[in-house]
């Protein structure tokens, strides 16, 4: 079982092997005495407790890595780059941890659940600043009973179990980290063996079972898509034309499936219809040839079927009905059918179905149906209706009638083509104009249109507005006066010859922006800085001269700072900062050369 105090070891062996890292210490955060410690950065581990699930503990840690930044100006920045690297120090321990690499063991298996990172500063007693990371590390737990150090328990021993909830960890084979591309392989009451080849063997013990089938879990359902074919072959057309292909066709009985009896119906002497096909390969390859048999018992063409002294032959429309009734020899028999006979039972007629007959038998009612299908006009005969043909239409002596009138000569049949529909002679001059203007775009005008088009000047505009910035186009304004820079700016700077304004006669203005940056006309100015919160006033490059001077004031709670801008040099005092030292402290800006400011007044003390 993995310990508090064993990952408390862990802990101090990785701040020893970190280059970063020059202290360590643990226990609460009272317990830290910064005064005790001369190399810095520290790095304190606090364990704030552990919670159980099934075979798992996790222990929670916060762990606090600081420095002490310089006391400079570029303090803040000091601090930035103790809190980045502080925070990358932190991330090397879950990486550690996470992985199983270098300090916690990959075969312990350790599993960090949560990890939250944090900066720190504090400007109390001591400066600091760094990062805290909440920790919480997964660890296997077994809940062995039987090794519980109490009376009436022997303790069994045994080999300890890392393993949690039966999940196999995976690293490639120098020992580094895990394969990135094995999420997790679980195991529940059984081995997994590596059979070599890249083929892995899974063996279930006990009453447990698979959590996943191919990545699936739930309720799994396979199809013969997911099963690997053995002895029970898939079928596959290929494997039936195969086997079509092997049989022997002297030997097998075939049925004409297409007529939906067998290739042959035999009537014996006794009257008993038998279906039966005794044929070879020479006759199934006919039939397909042929598709069909286009003959009757061996006669082409129009065949006659005759009732005999047994047989009676019924036609009902397209259907031929063939029965047998009563007769000689003592049984009812087809005695003869088209003149030939069958006598005592030892010779028989047979019947072959046309293109377009169907052979029907019964050998119970002893009737045999031919129903004959697929009749066109091509198959009938013409009688007292008859059939549509140019030659009949032509000479209807009605067609013969109509087609004698209107008949043009040529050269008037192409004269009348080319006259448009509702074509009239010589349109008047108003339906001329008319037909024209209801065109669109044809710029049609009135006489008194006309006569105002005429009146205007090529190129005049309506109300065009003159602009004094303008420099092209007709807004443009010609031979304009060059004006003194003071017209367009209204800036009291832009006078030339102007006296120096004494301080009392400062003129105060309030701001309220938490950003102020300075511009000509603010010198001679008492400016109050109202807002609630920190304060910047810039100072930019060439807008004031030497001589120039302006008072600030913080008016309201928020501290007001002065920043150069590029270019510009502020000189201060080494025992003040750039701020006001209070509210209603008041500072000046005295300029004694071109972009050098003197700031004196009420500053806040270093």
């Known amino acids: 079982m993995i310990t508090l105090n064993a990952i408390a070891k862990r802990l101090e062996e990785f701040a020893s092997n970190h280059f970063f890292i020059k202290s360590y210490s643990f226990g609460s955060p009272d317990d830290v005495d910064l005064d005790k410690f001369e190399d810095f950065p520290l790095m304190h581990v606090v364990y704030t407790g552990a919670t159980y699930d099934e075979r798992l503990k996790a222990y929670s840690f916060e762990v606090y890595i600081f420095d002490r930044p310089n006391r400079e100006e570029q303090m803040t920045l000091n601090q930035r780059e103790l809190v980045s690297d502080s925070e990358q120090c932190l991330e090397d321990i879950v990486a550690d941890v996470s992985n199983g690499g270098y300090i916690f063991l990959f075969d312990e298996d350790y599993n960090v659940t949560a990890a939250n990172v944090s900066p720190l500063i504090d400007e109390r007693s001591n400066l600091l600043a760094g990062s805290l990371l909440d920790l919480t590390i997964e660890v296997p737990y077994q809940r062995d009973a039987c090794n519980l150090p109490i009376n009436g328990v022997t303790p069994e021993g045994g080999e300890i179990v890392y393993a949690r909830r039966g999940i196999l960890r995976v690293r490639t084979q120098d020992g580094s980290v895990d394969v990135q591309s094995v999420n997790e392989i679980r195991v529940t009451n059984g081995t997994l063996t590596d059979e070599g080849g890249g083929a892995v063997s899974l063996s279930i013990t006990g009453s447990g079972a698979v959590d996943s089938v191919n990545g699936q879990t739930g309720v799994v359902v396979l199809d013969t898509d997911d099963i690997s074919e053995g002895s029970n072959l898939y079928y596959t057309d ?6 079509v292909t092997a049989l022997d066709l002297a030997t097998e009985t075939y049925v004409n499936t297409a007529v939906g009896v067998e290739e042959a119906a035999r009537i014996s002497a006794d009257g008993t219809l038998q ?30 079927i005759a009732a005999g002294s047994n047989v009676t032959v019924a036609t009902v429309g397209q259907t031929i009905t063939i029965s047998s009734s009563g007769g000689g020899g003592g049984g009812n028999k087809f005695d003869d059918i088209d003149g030939v006979t069958a006598d005592s039972g030892s010779s028989s007629v047979d019947f072959v179905e046309g293109a377009n007959i169907t052979i029907t038998s019964d050998n119970t009612a002893k009737t045999i149906t031919f129903a004959v299908s697929g009749l066109d006009t091509d198959d009938v005969t013409e009688a007292g209706n008859l ?35 509702g074509a009239e002679v010589n349109p008047t001059a108003a339906e001329t104009k008319t037909a024209y203007e209801s065109n669109a775009d044809t710029n049609a005008f009135t006489d008194a249109e006309q006569t105002k088009l005429a009146g205007i000047a090529t190129g005049a505009e309506v109300n065009v507005q003159s602009d004094w910035n303008a420099v092209s186009g007709d807004e443009q304004i010609l031979n304009k006066p060059t004006l003194a820079a003071v017209a367009t700016s209204g800036a009291y700077g832009d006078l030339s010859g102007t006296p120096t304004i004494p301080a009392q006669f400062f003129n105060v203005v309030s701001d309220a922006a938490t950003s102020i940056t300075l511009d000509t006309g603010d010198e001679g100015r008492y400016i109050r800085c109202t807002a609630a919160s920190a304060v910047t006033v810039t100072v930019p490059s060439g807008k004031f001269q030497a001589d120039d001077e302006i008072i600030i004031e913080q008016a309201g709670t928020g501290q007001v700072e002065i920043a150069a801008g590029g270019g510009v040099t502020i000189n201060n005092s080494s025992a003040n900062t750039k701020k006001t030292a209070e509210q209603f402290a008041v500072i000046a800006l005295k300029c004694t050369a071109t972009d050098v400011f003197t700031l004196t007044g009420e500053r806040e003390l270093v």
């Open 238 to 243: 290929a494997r039936v034309d195969a086997r």
């Open 275 to 304: 279906t039966q096909i005794t044929t070879n390969a020479g006759d199934i390859a006919a039939l397909e040839a042929a598709d069909y048999v286009n003959t009757l018992n061996g006669v082409d063409g129009a065949v006659t």
């Open 387 to 421: 059939y549509y043909t140019e030659a009949r239409v032509s000479a209807n002596a009605s067609v013969v009638a109509n087609t004698a009138k209107n008949s043009y000569p040529t050269a008037d049949a192409s004269k009348l083509a080319g006259i448009e529909a």
